[in-house]
Every structure is written in C-alpha cells, then in structure tokens.
C-alpha cells in the first residue's frame, strides 16, 4: 500500500512540476514567442486560411515590419499592406502570372472585401457624435495644413471638448483654430471607421486651456457600404455593343471598338462616361488597360444618366465575373493606386484605424505579437504557395 501510495505521490509531483515547467517556459520570452505564434495559427484557422497560407501570410507579415501580423485576419490596413508587398515581389521575380500567385490573391482580395462589408454592415454604430465616448482617439484634417491628433476628453449637450490637437509636421499651438473647419476621423473597434465635417466653437471658459471645442454633427459617416468598394479614376477604354441575342463573351476584341471614359472602377463594374444616348438594359463589353493587364469586362447597363446638353451618357455598367488575373489588377489598383489629392483625407482614415488597432492591443494584454523572435517558416517548405518570398 505504502509503495502505491508513493508511486501516486511521484506521479503528482511530476504533474506539477510540468505544470511549473509550462507556465516558466510560457514567461520567457521564447515561451511568449511560442504561445504568440500558436495564436497566430489559430486566429488564420478560424478566419478560412490553409495552413501553409498562414505561414506564408506570416512571412510577409514579417517581412514588412508588421508589428502585429494577427491584425491582418482583422485590420483592412494591414491586411492592404502586405497584399501590396506581395504584388510588389511577384513582378520582381516575374510570378504574377502563375497559377498559385493568382489563387493565392483572389483568396486575399475576397477576405479583404468581406472584412471591409462585414465591419459596415455592423450594427453598433453611432449617428451623433453625441455618442462619442470620453477617451475616443480622433485624427483632425484640418484641409490645406495637415492631420493632427488629438483626443476626447468631454462630450456634453454643447459641443465635444478635444484635447489640443498635435501634429507632426506643424505644431498646433502655431494655429488659431477658432472658427476653423475641420473633418474629424475615428475607429471603433469591432465596428467601423467614421468621419464627419464640424468647426472649431469658441468657448470663453476654456479660453486659455489646452482644449478645443468643436459642434456637434448628426450626420456621421461610416466607411464603405457598397457591395464592392470603388477607386475613382480616368482610363480611357473601347466600348462594344453586343446585340440582342447573342450570347455575352469575354473574348479579347481585336478590333477598336468605341472609345469611353471610366470615371470610377472597381472588380464588378464601372461607371462609364460616352459620347450619344445609352440605354439601360443593353449589353456591352469594355477593353482597357490596368498596370499593364488587358482588362475585358462583359455585363449590363443597369442604369444611364443623359446629358442633352453635352450629348453625354454617364452609364452605370455591371460586369460578370473576371476571370483572377483581371480581377485580381482591379482590386490592385482599387486598393493600392489613390489620387493624390486625397493623400490627406486617406492619411488620416489611415491614422484612425491605427488609433484602434492600438486601442484594441491595451485592451486586451493576450493580444499576440507573431514573428518576434520566431521563425514561422518559409514559403519554400509549402509547394503549394509560390516560391517569390526573401528566404
């Protein structure tokens, strides 16, 4: 009995100790970098990625200096961010074109599209900026100077009180911003990106303190609610008119067709400005080139807008599906070629979503750092994932 007795204290005993040892190796900084990792896999998992994707998309995460790589199973920036280095090293080596490429960036692109809608199509959003809570990250473009950030510090039935705003390139204590117009940018976790135009109030209380008080708006809006999301352009394209009854091909036109101007692109239509009277209901077939890809888009024109004046038709055009080479320049210009007029207002979406990335890490300590110290693996190891990754 004694010696039954002493086998299920040592059996105890090395149950502990391997306890011990698992919570000490999970504190160093190998064990953090181990459990970061394991996170890392687990959230690709449950996001629809295969297995040799994640170390893949792990790669390039690291690659571009990604502090976080787990954002990019959440964060449309992040996820932009290393899609780009991916098309940026595929024309490098010259593997665009390859099948695997190609799979791999159609995958990439819908995950990003579905991540943008979902995040819209939230309900927790806020109308007012009444409803903007204290300690609220905001980013300030105040048109013409720069973005400045600042945060909330007070909401009241007046106005919004924001700390002083800062800035890098001016100072903001350089600037008299009373009565001055501003577009305020901000990130809810879990939610959206939202913007609304307000002004600078004065307020002989504050006067003197570090705060800016700027009015109230009702009319906040929330980022993108399309079915597929739109990058304005002017590409100049062929037009081609198919007839009734015959049947909507895709095949490359090698004679000119009419020639029309894209105002607007994005992977499932366009909006097409041509000269005469279009009619709704026709189909029609555009050719034209995006970063050197012959683009063919097939579909219909679901609705015109006729200019007599002008003798003008704006029409809006539905394509069928692309096949992933077309599709896939689309998306890479729509999500990676921005006029360089709306540097500034990007700049600032851009710098709000950041705000709640790192809003969403404080909140959460257990937020993994992946890739810090620990090889995830290379892309030559997966034949299925094409071999265009810095080994």
């Known amino acids: 009995m004694s010696y039954l007795k002493a086998m299920i204290l040592l059996f105890v005993c090395l149950i502990v100790i391997s306890i011990l040892t698992l919570i000490a190796l999970l504190m160093t900084e190998k064990g953090s970098s181990i459990k970061n990792s394991l996170h890392f896999f687990v959230t690709g998992l449950d996001s629809g990625f295969k297995l040799s994707e994640i170390i893949f998309l792990g790669k390039i995460a690291s690659s571009t200096g990604l502090e976080n790589p787990t954002t990019l199973f959440w964060s449309v920036s992040s996820l932009d961010r290393c899609t780009a280095e991916i098309v940026r090293r595929t ?112 307020d002989p209380v ?26 304005k352009c002017s590409i100049y394209a062929q037009m081609y008119l198919i007839r009734p009854g015959e ?15 894209l105002e607007d692109l994005s992977e499932d239509g366009a909006m097409v400005i041509i000269g005469g009277k279009a009619a709704k209901g026709m189909q029609i077939k555009l050719q034209f080139l995006v970063h050197e890809v012959l683009i063919v888009m097939a579909g219909v024109i679901r609705a015109v807008e006729y200019n007599q004046d002008t003798n003008q038709s704006r029409i809006h055009f539905e394509s069928g599906e692309l096949n992933p080479r077309m599709k896939n320049a689309i998306l890479t210009f729509v999500y990676n070629v921005l006029p360089e007029e709306e540097k500034e207002e990007l700049d600032a979406i851009r710098l709000s979503e950041e705000d709640g990335i790192t809003e969403a890490e404080s909140a959460d300590a257990s937020v993994p750092n992946p890739g810090a110290g620990h090889d995830l693996g290379t892309v030559s190891d997966f034949p299925d994932m094409p071999d265009f990754v810095d080994k």
Not at 247 to 261: I, T
Request: with cysteine.
């Open 91 to 202: 024309k490098l080596t010259g593997t665009e074109n390859i099948a695997e490429t190609q799979r791999l960036l159609s995958g990439l692109y819908a995950y990003r599209t579905k991540l943008e809608l979902d995040q819209a199509r939230k309900k927790k959003g806020v109308q007012s900026s009444r409803d903007i809570a204290v300690g609220q990250r905001v980013r300030i473009l105040l048109r013409g100077v720069g973005v400045f950030s600042s945060k909330v510090v007070r909401n009241t039935q007046k106005s919004l009180v924001l700390d002083y705003p800062s800035g890098t390139k001016i100072a903001g204590t350089l600037i008299d911003w009373t009565n001055k117009p501003l577009s305020v940018y901000f990130w809810r976790h879990d939610d959206a990106g939202y913007v609304f135009d307000t002004v600078v109030i004065p």
């Open 206 to 231: 504050s006067n003197g303190r570090a705060i800016i008080h700027v009015a109230h708006a009702d009319n906040l809006v929330r980022s993108q609610k399309r079915k597929s999301v739109r990058a």
């Open 247 to 261: 049947a909507l091909e895709r095949a490359l036109e090698p004679e000119p067709g009419m020639k029309c101007l």
